[in-house]
């Protein structure tokens, strides 16, 4: 089993940053991908990063403005968000699993284990 814990939301105006962590703990594996979803009222989940092996990955609408990083010592990981939108409003998830398929890497069910989810909240 694998616990992963997020944190670092909140409310935030628009044009401001934001940074999520997520510590993975227990049987956690290099071979994991370390993802990012979130999730609006009334919306599926959508997928926001990755970090797969070397690989980064982003969605469109986050690109330029979202950076992964991890902090190998405190076995963390996190997404860095600038220059939020209102739009980037929603619940996001930290999630992880095995990933055989780069084509994989967007789809929710592919991923194992999620985190409890942090709110984002950007006003305009």
């Known amino acids: 089993q694998v616990q992963l814990v997020e944190s670092g939301g909140g409310l935030v105006q628009a044009g401001g940053s934001l940074r999520l962590s997520c510590a993975p703990s227990g049987r956690t594996s290099s071979s994991y991908t370390m993802g990012w979803f979130r999730q609006a009222p009334g919306k599926g989940r959508e997928f926001v990063a990755c970090?797969?092996?070397?690989?980064?990955y982003y969605a469109d609408s986050v690109k330029g403005r979202f950076t992964l990083s991890r902090d190998n010592d405190k076995n963390t990981v996190y997404l860095q968000m600038n220059s939020l939108k209102p739009e980037d409003t929603a619940v996001y998830y930290c999630?992880?699993?095995?990933?055989?398929?780069?084509?994989?890497?967007?789809?929710?069910?592919?991923?194992?284990?999620w985190g409890q989810g942090t709110q984002v909240t950007v006003s305009s």
């Open positions: 970090w797969s092996g070397a690989s980064t």
């Open positions: 999630a992880t699993g095995l990933i055989y398929y780069v084509t994989w890497l967007t789809w929710p069910g592919k991923y194992d284990y």
